[in-house]
């Protein structure tokens, strides 16, 4: 049994508790639990506990990703998923956070604001345009997690940008 069979702590958090084994399409997976997991927290604590799961999800995921991988010559494996989690929480926040300053009340969250974020976060998180390839290419620990990351902020922007024309348009 190899290490990447042998799981501890920092590899269960890695594999987002075993949803980096599902297949096929394991970030897909841990990108759609992400969207339920961010929805609830956006009805439980609405955005500031949205960006509080975002920034520990970002600190936790370089921690366990670090540790899980010390020992393995290829960083990226498919099963590590907590890079999907933490880029699918940053384009959420921009939905979460865009209710949240508009004054919408904690249990509004209209449908598009969920979809929009998890479409072009894959999207983005697959297609690897500009400085996500870049960070995707350098296959350490810091380019596993921020290929996502990227991802994460593009998604935001383009969520922001399709509710704008969204309600211009409306």
């Not at 393995?72 to 940053?90: F, W």
């Amino acid at each position: 049994m190899d290490r990447a069979e042998r799981l501890g702590i920092e590899g269960q958090i890695a594999t987002l508790f075993g949803i980096g084994r599902l297949r096929p399409a394991p970030g897909t997976w841990a990108s759609l639990v992400t969207i339920i997991v961010g929805y609830a927290l956006h009805r439980i604590g609405h955005f500031p506990l949205v960006a509080a799961a975002t920034l520990a999800v970002l600190a936790v995921g370089f921690w366990a990703v670090g540790r899980h991988t010390a020992a393995m010559t290829d960083k990226d494996r498919p099963e590590i998923v907590i890079d999907e989690m933490a880029g699918q929480l940053i384009a959420l926040c921009a939905t979460s956070g865009g209710f949240f300053f508009a004054g919408l009340p904690k249990d509004v969250f209209p449908w598009p604001g969920l979809v929009a974020p998890f479409l072009f976060f894959r999207l983005f998180d697959i297609w690897k345009p500009w400085l996500v390839g870049r960070a995707d290419r350098r296959r350490d620990v810091a380019g596993v997690m921020l290929d996502d990351v990227w991802a994460g902020i593009f998604a935001a922007l383009a969520s922001i940008a399709a509710a704008g024309i969204s309600h211009w348009l409306m």
